[in-house]
């Protein structure tokens, strides 16, 4: 399985490089080569950091081609900041659009006494449809870091409690995106991972 | 439910580990690849890596531990210790680090926590404190002082401005270490613990101290603590990180189990 990982330039993609290599995968990064795009058998967008970040996604010319590599069928994941950008924006970078395959926004944890960002061990409520969360049992637990996340709708894969209910995952046909981390969420992240390695379905 | 997070600590020089968490029915193999997989394995939820190579030549010995640790290591993976510089820290997340651990160097340099958290967001970025209450001051608490090199040298900081100014200059978290109550076993310094939790917005990991069991509900529950560092399991009378989880969930703490 060919797994192209795109590097824009938001932190480190060490980790999921790992964990993708770990499950068998062929993983291979680019920050602008559009051919590994277009050949992709999976795609995904990691990220940590800011959303900002994903600029440079059209700075490089790669937004169109993934939107054109979706549309195609290729199962697509975007993790962390790479999930929010599957949405219309998100108010940490206001001015920066997203792909808008979703047409919700990405918002800020609301104030409150509990601590943004949300990081650590936090447990999942599957929807039993999700493919891509498939044998995840409830109470198991995922890792999260981030203070921004996603309002949870139809699209809503799973949904994680914190302050209010998000949406911990996303996935509709063939595009799947997960606001924590799979590559850090021991034997949990990893069945996400596989499930979406061995993703075989229609596409949206 | 976002659960408080049980952190191996394994101490290394020159890629081995020379303090860490020792079991009862296990030999120690000192090889912190070899330990850091059992941990996570035995149920820790992070781990974190702490050199204390004294040479220069130890920092390629570190970034090859580092790498061979992460190899298999799928839970979060923070190192610290000798990270001088912004490149040092890129060194070490390439190595396959998530987060590094700064302490002294960020107190002689304060805007290295901006350049790493610039590179790498803030979730990568641990500030380490080494506290010591101020018997003198009229506040113990609130004037406790940040201290350097093992405790034996002052910097003239008290600990919860510079755990303010660590977080308004993009740490991600806070690595709260009581040098007054490390190596005691008398219990987390859970008033330290909640003053620093209670001025900061981001996660607190308590360190020293830790003698019992209760000690770490006591430190999450009067500590206000996200995460406690468990540096020697042995001596609390559990065998594993797991079977710490299960005695915290029997208290009421909320944790990750099964794990």
Request: net charge negative; proline share 4%; with cysteine.
């Amino acid at each position: 399985m060919r797994v192209t990982v795109i590097d824009y330039k938001a932190g480190n993609l060490t980790s999921v490089l790992k964990a993708l290599r770990h499950l068998g995968a062929e993983a291979e990064v680019t920050d602008s080569d559009l051919s590994l795009v277009e050949t992709a058998e999976r795609i995904v967008l990691p990220g940590v950091g800011h959303f900002a970040a994903t600029a440079r996604l059209n700075a490089t010319g790669l937004t169109p081609t993934i939107r054109a590599a979706i549309a195609s069928g290729v199962p697509f994941l975007g993790i962390c900041v790479g999930m929010q950008w599957l949405y219309a924006g998100s108010s940490e970078a206001p001015s920066q659009p997203g792909l808008a395959h979703f047409t919700e926004q990405c918002t800020h944890f609301s104030s409150s006494q509990e601590k943004v960002p949300h990081v650590g061990w936090n447990s999942l409520e599957v929807q039993p449809q999700s493919r891509l969360l498939a044998g995840v049992e409830l109470g198991e637990y995922v890792y999260f870091t981030h203070s921004y996340k996603a309002p949870v709708t139809a699209d809503t894969a799973s949904v994680t409690h914190y302050i209010e209910p998000f949406a911990s995952a996303v996935e509709r046909g063939n595009v799947m995106g997960v606001q924590f981390h799979p590559e850090k969420s021991g034997a949990t992240g990893l069945k996400i991972l596989n499930n979406f390695l061995h993703w075989e379905g229609t596409t949206c | 439910m976002l659960t408080k997070r049980i952190i191996a600590c394994l101490d290394v020089r020159d890629g081995r580990v020379v303090k860490g968490i020792q079991f009862v029915d296990l030999i120690d193999a000192g090889d912190p690849a070899t330990q850091a997989a059992r941990h996570a394995r035995e149920g820790a939820d992070e781990i974190v890596l702490l050199d204390i190579t004294a040479t220069h030549e130890g920092r390629a010995t570190l970034l090859d531990t580092v790498r061979r640790t992460a190899r298999e290591l799928f839970v979060p993976f923070c190192v610290g210790g000798g990270i001088r510089t912004a490149n040092d820290a890129a060194q070490v997340f390439d190595a396959g680090a998530d987060k590094v651990s700064v302490n002294s160097a960020a107190l002689s340099d304060p805007t290295l926590i901006d350049a790493i958290g610039r590179s790498f967001g803030a979730q990568a970025v641990v500030v380490a404190i080494d506290a010591r209450r101020d018997p003198q001051a009229a506040d113990p608490v609130r004037d406790a002082q940040v201290y350097v090199r093992g405790g034996r040298k002052l910097t003239g900081r008290r600990v919860v401005e510079w755990a303010r100014e660590a977080e308004s200059r993009g740490a991600g978290e806070i690595l709260l270490t009581s040098m007054n109550s490390d190596g005691m076993r008398t219990g987390f310094d859970c008033e330290l613990t909640a003053a620093v939790s209670e001025s900061v917005g981001i996660p607190v990991i308590a360190s020293g101290g830790a003698g019992t069991v209760a000690h770490f509900v006591d430190v999450f529950a009067h500590g206000k603590a996200d995460a406690a560092l468990a540096a020697s399991i042995f001596h609390f009378g559990v065998s594993s990180a797991r079977s710490l989880k299960e005695e915290l969930a029997k208290s009421g703490v909320s944790v990750r189990l099964p794990c």
